[in-house]
């Protein structure tokens, strides 16, 4: 594990709590910067955090405790913005909720950055570049054009949340010399995702993993979207989670620069994903698993205004310019995510 040298740097990680917040931490704790892991829920650290570490946890709402926040941004080094609603589930049943958190509140960490002088991280989606629309290229950082459907399909608001967030981010670096990297994340999966359901209803709508894992469990079908046509490429979160180490020890080579963490080699159609992880939980379990997949229409399963990204292949090469190289291939991801899932089977409703 590398280490930094530089005992003095305090790294703020606002949204520690979460699926990607957790593996940060976990890495951090490997360092000697000091860390202050900061989410309105924190109980995805504890299977993480040893006894002793150079982690402090701090549970706190954003939205409701200003000053403590301004404290927090005040006394750190480094500040990581991982707030975000990122669940498309959310973005249609609560668009406004999504651009106040994603956009609003997250400008107002930005806004503190700026005021004292700290390097910000930014996590930013891979959904900012929208529509492949048969283009089959990857998206770059720097030249690939950003493109959006309607305003009626309201899925969008996040990714123009998330882009209106970028530009102001932007302008800020230009303007008043903000030091930033905002990072584009494409499509991480590993332990801790998201919840398993046994009623989408019940607690809303997770990712497509832990809707098949969730139907695997089940033994239910697995619910393909529009027949699940659309493409996505995946990267284990822990060579998600190598990457970010990497930009932030390299930081200054990329102030002020996008970055995509993805891996275009881990592309499947959302069927062809299906079909794999009905293999792999056969596998795993020695099961035979009989249910199969059920399509359905994305109005009934997500609601009106429900529109859907095609293809995201990520440019890689930033990344890799810092001799990162994924470590899990598909099956890898998906096999390790299986095994957490099967070892952790704890539904939200049981
Ligand atoms: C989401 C977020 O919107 C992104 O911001 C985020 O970066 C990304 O996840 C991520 O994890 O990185 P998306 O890939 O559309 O984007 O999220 P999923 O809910 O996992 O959907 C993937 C595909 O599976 C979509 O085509 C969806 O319609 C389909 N799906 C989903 C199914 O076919 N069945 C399901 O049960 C759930």
């Known amino acids: 594990m590398r280490e930094n040298n530089n005992t003095s740097e305090t790294i703020a990680v606002f949204g520690a709590g979460g699926f990607i917040g957790s593996h940060m931490i976990e890495a951090l704790t490997a360092t000697n910067y000091k860390v202050l892991a900061i989410d309105v829920d924190l109980k995805k650290l504890a299977e993480v955090l040893p006894d002793s570490t150079n982690v402090t946890t701090i549970e706190l709402d954003i939205t409701k405790d200003r000053e403590k926040v301004e404290e927090l941004i005040k006394d750190s080094d480094i500040v990581v913005d991982l707030i975000a609603y990122a669940n498309p589930s959310i973005y249609i049943t609560d668009p406004i909720g999504t651009v106040t958190l994603d956009l609003f509140e997250n400008l107002w960490i930005t806004e503190l950055c700026v005021k004292y002088k700290k390097f910000l991280f930014q996590y930013s989606t891979c959904e900012v570049y929208g529509l492949d629309n048969g283009r089959n290229q990857p998206f770059n950082e720097e030249e690939s054009l950003l493109v959006v459907g309607p305003i009626n399909e309201h899925r969008w608001i996040y990714s123009c949340a998330k882009q209106m967030l970028e530009r102001i981010v932007h302008a800020y670096g230009i303007k008043e010399g903000l030091d930033y990297i905002v990072i584009r994340p494409f499509n991480f999966v590993g332990p801790r995702i998201d919840y398993l359901i046994d009623d989408k209803d019940e607690e809303g709508n997770p990712r497509v993993f832990s809707h098949f894992m969730s139907a695997l469990l089940l033994n239910k079908p697995l619910p393909l979207v529009d027949g699940g046509i659309n493409l996505r490429s995946y990267t284990h979160i822990e060579d998600a989670t190598d990457a970010f180490m990497r930009i932030l020890e390299n930081r200054q080579q990329f102030n002020r620069e996008i970055i995509n963490i993805g891996t275009p080699e881990n ?31 994305s109005e009934e399963f997500y609601g009106e205004g429900y529109a859907d990204c095609d293809r995201r292949i990520p440019d890689n090469s930033k990344i890799a310019s810092l001799g990162w190289k994924e470590k899990y291939n598909l099956e890898e991801i998906f096999r390790d995510a299986i095994r957490y899932y099967i070892k ?5 409703t049981q």
Do not use: H, K, Q, W
């Open 344 to 348: 952790n089977n704890e539904f939200v």
């Open 267 to 297: 592309e499947t159609s959302i069927r062809g994903l299906a079909e794999l992880m009905i293999e792999l939980y056969n596998e795993e379990t020695g099961a035979n698993f009989s249910a199969g997949t059920v399509d359905i229409p």
